[in-house]
């Protein structure tokens, strides 16, 4: 279970649990969009039989916003109690309240496998976030880039990642100061009454 309001590292995570996933075997995936139209026993009934294409198989379940219904944390209960061994269910939220952390479909799946808190990244944390990620796709970013980056994406880690993206395509050069930015980065997310 991910589950967080921080899209772009909930996604992130389960990229990386997929991938490794597929290492293991885990060549077939099955996607169920959660709402209130939801038919648990639909899952319930594609839990029971074989795929196709694959012994193991990945089932993510992506949840509605809204907690998964009386059906829902029933399914999920059950099925936590009682796992295939050949299914690795991946279910991905938005943020769990402390409320919904506490029922019993919430426990059942925490202690029949992992569960995942994504929390956000304070302001306080964001140029040093931003630095990191800046490393990581090969740049070397000066203080005042990154904090001039912090500064234009607002705390917006999706923006913050595709303007680092567009950075290490558009740089000649690997050092990233304030001016590169200013040249590099256009600011996207601010529109005046004129524009």
């Not at 038919?39 to 294409?53: E, H, I, K, N, P």
């Not at 109690?81 to 050949?86: A, K, L, S, T």
């Not at 690795?88 to 952390?101: D, F, M, Y």
């Not at 426990?107 to 944390?125: D, F, H, R, T, Y």
Request: charged residues 25%; hydrophobic residues 40%; glycine residues 6%.
């Amino acid at each position: 279970l991910v589950c967080g309001d921080e899209t772009l590292l909930v996604d992130e995570a389960c990229d990386q649990i997929r991938d490794s996933a597929k290492t293991n075997g885990y060549d077939d995936r099955q996607v169920y969009q959660i709402d209130a139209q939801f038919d648990w026993q639909q899952l319930m009934v594609a839990t029971g039989t074989l795929s196709l294409f694959s012994q193991k198989r990945i089932l993510e379940l992506r949840l509605a916003p809204k907690q998964p219904g009386n059906d829902g944390r029933a399914a999920l209960q059950s099925y936590a109690e009682n796992p295939n061994p050949d299914d690795l269910w991946l279910i991905r939220s938005g943020k769990l309240e402390k409320s919904t952390q506490n029922t019993k479909w919430f426990k059942a799946v925490e202690k029949a496998g992992v569960v995942i808190l994504i929390q956000p990244i304070s302001p306080a944390q964001l140029p040093n976030w931003i630095r990191q990620r800046m490393q990581k796709a090969g740049l070397k970013p000066t203080a005042e880039a990154v904090q001039m980056l912090a500064d234009q994406v607002e705390g917006n880690l999706l923006a913050a990642s595709q303007e680092i993206e567009k950075i290490q395509l558009l740089a000649s050069n690997p050092v990233i100061d304030g001016d590169m930015i200013t040249e590099m980065v256009t600011n996207n997310a601010r529109y005046s009454v004129f524009t």
